[in-house]
């Protein structure tokens, strides 16, 4: 069974609006018209839709456990190895030589 699409909190409504009556079979004039605007910006929208989407696809984040202070925290993805709090520290023995 396909995965429902959930379109990104960040889309503008009118984004999603373009994108339906595209779908309903609209031509991109008569929606870019509809919406007050060319039909490069309703192309604009639908990049924007499309690439939102595939980084949403490709999300890394997960619970990791900080190499500092060992507490679960949301890391955006595998490089991201610190907790907000210890990432805003200094970087310790190493920096204090420099």
């Given at each position: 069974?396909?995965?429902?699409?959930?379109?990104?909190?960040?889309?503008?409504?009118?984004?999603?609006?373009?994108?339906?009556?595209?779908?309903?079979?609209?031509?991109?004039?008569?929606?870019?018209r509809h919406m007050g605007v060319g039909t490069a910006t309703v192309a604009g929208w639908l990049d924007n839709?499309?690439?939102?989407?595939?980084?949403?696809?490709?999300?890394?984040?997960?619970?990791?456990?900080?190499?500092?202070?060992?507490?679960?925290?949301?890391?955006?993805?595998?490089?991201?190895r610190r907790c907000p709090r210890c990432a805003g520290r200094?970087?310790?023995?190493?920096?204090?030589?420099?």
């Amino acid at each position: 069974m396909p995965r429902r699409q959930i379109p990104p909190p960040d889309l503008h409504p009118n984004w999603l609006e373009a994108e339906a009556m595209l779908r309903q079979g609209q031509p991109m004039s008569a929606v870019a018209r509809h919406m007050g605007v060319g039909t490069a910006t309703v192309a604009g929208w639908l990049d924007n839709i499309r690439e939102a989407r595939e980084a949403q696809e490709n999300d890394h984040s997960a619970m990791r456990t900080c190499l500092w202070c060992e507490r679960s925290f949301l890391s955006s993805g595998p490089g991201n190895r610190r907790c907000p709090r210890c990432a805003g520290r200094s970087g310790g023995i190493i920096e204090q030589y420099f």
